[in-house]
């Protein structure tokens, strides 16, 4: 059976987002950084994975997904120094 | 890409088919791709195809005049959906969504009137697969009626937590609440009702079931 690669990052739709920026400002640990005047980029390294942004983001162009886990699971890292603009 | 036999072998509809039975089946399969959110079915819409996931994971899902979301079910690979419209000849009875980047393989509903015209056995499939999301169905009604949301909560986190064999399913916690029927919020406290109390732990991006008795004895008596 084919299996699709699951990257856990929170994910941002930039067809939804209108760089309102809502998300920046209720960032506590300044993990989301604008690019030009629409595009918002998460630095893994700073977010807490509070979904503060998800819940203020004001046309659902941001989605923090949880991955659920059994505990004798390995931690899947999830961290990267950028991470990549989620084409969707 | 060519249809994957492999795959179509595995599907419950076609169990018990033929080498030869499967070769004149793939011509009747054809494969689509979609992007995560992208909208397959709207509620109310004309069905014409019968959809299998191949990768990815799809939410059925019905939504209230006010906006409000309640998902029906979260449709995995092997398994099938739009399956009552199919069958009734009626109108779409939920919406569907991708949660992630989809692979489906479809098949029309006059090719499958073909593949029942050949394959007769295919209805037994058919009826056990059917008898299968009614089974689905009841037990959220049951959910919804008679469980406290936490308990709702707890369920829906032992039926989603991945394991060895299947996909990790990921889920925000506007999705937990469309499942279990409430609101964003009470999902947050109700996962740190379950943090508190040690059945699970809120790591980041993970939500970890630390004990999977306290989860089943809350299902159990919610």
């Known amino acids: 059976m084919r299996c699709m690669a699951l990257v856990v990052m929170p994910v941002v739709n930039q067809a939804k987002c209108n760089g309102c920026g809502l998300c920046i400002d209720v960032c506590g640990l300044k993990a989301i950084v604008r690019v030009g005047s629409k595009v918002t980029v998460i630095e893994m390294e700073k977010c807490s994975w509070c979904i503060q942004c998800e819940i203020v983001c004001p046309t659902g162009a941001i989605t923090c997904p949880y991955e659920i886990v059994f505990e004798e699971h390995p931690k899947t890292d999830s961290r990267s120094v950028l991470s990549p603009i989620a084409f969707l | ?222």
């Open chain 2, 1 to 222: 890409m060519a249809i994957q036999l492999e795959f179509l072998k595995s599907v419950p509809y076609f169990a018990g088919l033929s080498t030869d039975e499967f070769d004149s089946l793939k011509k009747l399969v054809f494969e689509k791709t979609l992007r995560r959110g992208e909208a397959i079915l709207l509620e109310g819409e004309p069905a014409e195809t019968l959809f299998f996931i191949v990768a990815g994971a799809v939410k059925v899902f019905k939504t209230s005049a006010e906006g409000k979301e309640q998902i029906l079910s979260i449709v995995r690979p092997g398994e099938s959906f739009n399956d009552v419209s199919i069958f009734d000849d009626a109108p779409s009875p939920a919406s569907v969504r991708t949660m992630t980047p989809v692979v489906l393989y479809g098949v029309r509903k006059d090719e499958l009137k073909t593949i029942l015209h050949h394959h007769p056995q295919v209805a037994l499939n058919i009826i056990k697969v059917l008898a299968g999301q009614v089974r689905q169905l009841l037990s959220l009604v049951e959910d919804l009626s008679f469980r406290h949301v936490i308990g709702r909560v707890a369920k829906i986190l032992l039926e989603q937590a991945g394991d060895e064999t299947s996909p990790r399913t990921q889920l925000t916690q506007q999705d937990m609440a469309a499942m279990a029927g409430t609101a964003r919020e009470v999902v947050a406290r109700s996962l740190k009702t379950l943090e508190a109390e040690g059945s699970i732990k809120l790591d980041r991006h993970r939500i970890v079931i630390t004990d999977k008795e306290a989860l089943r004895g809350l299902v159990e008596t919610s």
